[in-house]
């Protein structure tokens, strides 16, 4: 055989070994809600269910010491310890996916605007996230001894209390609007609802999903509204008419993109049955393992 010929067969061969596509399944994060912890039991099944469901590598991400730091640690600070931890993470270096439940979500979009020199949020699967505030103080359960349990309306926008319980951090009272928007330290700022703050950066890394999935559970009796999972909530300063989310000016105004992402076709609304949080296998399997199961392609 000719010598050229056998170093061009070679070379062709070598190419081709050298340029091939390799496929590999995103990771995805857990974000728990408040009073959870991923080493509980539900934490941990609800991950494992999710990795087995979508074969795709999954983690639950742990704030501080989980349970405690859920429910003390101020919103900001979550969001910057998730923001950090994200960054180490090499399995998270091209890009994950993101499955929050309630106050998880909260730390979810924190993630999403505020951190720096991130990895990029391709998909974001919201469960019951309060994104357009709570109008009341959450129900705690029968014996707790929580401060939130004890709060009452006029101590939820001190400093104090925004900045010794997480959940003040997204309770947003009709009668309270103006200490709202003045001292409530988490969700205007996520938001983008104060006019000469308003953060185009904060937009443009929302934006950049490629799906989000807000799912609200339609006998939710913990996040009031129910609606504010979708973004839906009352005008300001009242208690009704309750708008859905298309209606309220972080919508028509376009505060963070949620009408840039909904008009180019990628906000999936979701209503299902159930309290809060409980969501049945078929619904999981329907309207969350889908968007776990994105690819990442490169050349090796």
Known sequence: MDKSFQISALLVTFSFFFFISVSISLPFIHLHGVNDQCSSVEARSFTQLLRNLSSSP???LEIGNGEKDSMYMPLMEQARVACEKVKQMKELSQGYNIVAQS??????RGLIEFCDNAPPVINYVSLGGPHAGISIIPKCPVGASYPLCQLQETDVYTDSAQDHIAPCGYIKLATEISQYMDHCKFLPKLNNERPKERNSTYKERFTSLHNLVLVMFEGDTIVVPKETCLFGFYPDGATTPL?????????????????????????KFVGVPGDHLEMAHDDVVKYVVPYLQNQLTFSS
Do not use: F, R
């Open 58 to 60: 999954g983690y639950c």
């Open 103 to 108: 106050q998880g979500n909260m730390v979810a």
């Open 243 to 267: 708008l859905p989310p298309q209606q309220t000016k972080l919508y028509t105004e376009d505060w963070i993109g949620l009408k840039t992402l909904d008009d180019a076709g990628k906000v």
